[in-house]
C-alpha cells in the first residue's frame, strides 16, 4: 500500500528534502512502504539540475534551494500543493518517460475533477491550460498558463520529488524566475481562473484519482 501523510503546516525544505532522501533509502532496503507527501513550502525558489543562472532574475527575494531533481527553477510556497511522490519503479516498470507521463496524467485527471482541461505540451514539461478568457497572443493563438509543474530524480529507481499544483499560491511571486525556463508564457491558479478550490478539494481529488495511474503492485 502507498502511504498517504499530509505535512501540517509550512514545511522547511531543508529538513523535508532530507525526510525524503531518508524515506527513499528506506523503501529501497525494503524497510517502509512506498509514500506520498502532501505539504505547503514557505515561498523559495529551487534549482534543477537544468536551472540556468539567466532565469533566477531575483535572486534576493526569497531563498533557492538546489533541489537535485530534474528541470530547472521553480517556485513553491503557500497556496501551492506540492506533492512528493516516492515510489518504486522497480516493481512498476523501469520507464522513466512513462513515470512522467503518468505524473501528467495524475495532474490531468485531477483537474479535470474541477470541469478544468489540463493538457500536455510537447517539449514542456508539466500541465497547461488554455485561456480564452485572456487577450490572445500576438499570433492569434490562445494563451497557455502554466498551472502545475513536475520535476523527478530517481535513485535505484526509486522516485523522488514529484509535482505542484497552483491552487491559491500569490502568483506575483513567478516574477523573481523564469518558471521551467519558458519566458513566452505564464502561470495560473484555480482560483485565478475563477474556480473557489481549496487544498482540502484538491487533496481529495488527487487520492481519488490516483489509483487510475500507479495501482497498487504486488510484491514478493
Same mark, same amino acid.
Given at each position: 500500500? *502507498?502511504e ?6 509550512? !514545511?522547511?525544505?531543508? /529538513?523535508?528534502?532530507?525526510?525524503? %532522501?531518508? =524515506? ?5 532496503a ?11 513550502h ?6 534543477g ?18 533541489a ?11 497556496g ?19 513515470? *512522467? ?7 490531468? !485527471?485531477?483537474?479535470? /475533477?474541477f470541469?478544468?482541461?489540463? %493538457?500536455? =505540451?510537447a517539449g514542456?514539461?508539466?500541465?497547461w ?24 530524480k530517481?535513485r ?7 509535482i ?49 495511474f ?7
Amino acid at each position: 500500500m *502507498v502511504e498517504w501523510t499530509h505535512l501540517p503546516g509550512l !514545511a522547511p525544505y531543508g /529538513e523535508t528534502l532530507a525526510a525524503m %532522501e531518508a =524515506r527513499v533509502a528506506a523503501i529501497t532496503a525494503g524497510t517502509a512502504p512506498e509514500a506520498v507527501w502532501l505539504l505547503e513550502h514557505p515561498p523559495l525558489y529551487t534549482a534543477g539540475t537544468s536551472a540556468r543562472a539567466s532565469d533566477l532574475t531575483d535572486p534576493d527575494r526569497f531563498p533557492v534551494h538546489v533541489a537535485g531533481r530534474g528541470g530547472q527553477y521553480t517556485y513553491h510556497g503557500p497556496g501551492q500543493r506540492v506533492a512528493y511522490v516516492m515510489l518504486d519503479l522497480n516493481t512498476r516498470g523501469r520507464d522513466v518517460r512513462q513515470f *512522467v507521463c503518468n505524473l501528467e496524467g495524475w495532474v490531468i !485527471a485531477t483537474l479535470a /475533477e474541477f470541469n478544468v482541461k489540463g %493538457e500536455r =505540451r510537447a517539449g514542456r514539461v508539466g500541465v497547461w491550460v488554455q485561456r480564452a478568457d485572456r487577450a490572445p497572443n500576438p499570433d492569434g493563438s490562445l494563451r497557455e498558463d502554466k498551472i502545475a509543474a513536475i520535476g523527478v530524480k530517481l535513485r535505484r529507481w526509486i522516485s523522488f520529488h514529484g509535482i505542484s499544483i497552483n491552487v491559491e499560491p500569490d502568483l506575483e511571486h513567478f516574477a523573481g524566475i523564469v518558471p521551467c525556463g519558458i519566458r513566452e508564457h505564464g502561470v495560473t491558479s484555480l482560483v485565478d481562473l475563477g474556480l473557489p478550490v481549496t487544498l482540502a478539494d484538491l487533496d481529495a481529488a488527487l487520492l481519488h484519482t490516483f489509483p487510475r495511474f500507479f495501482p497498487e503492485v504486488a510484491t514478493v
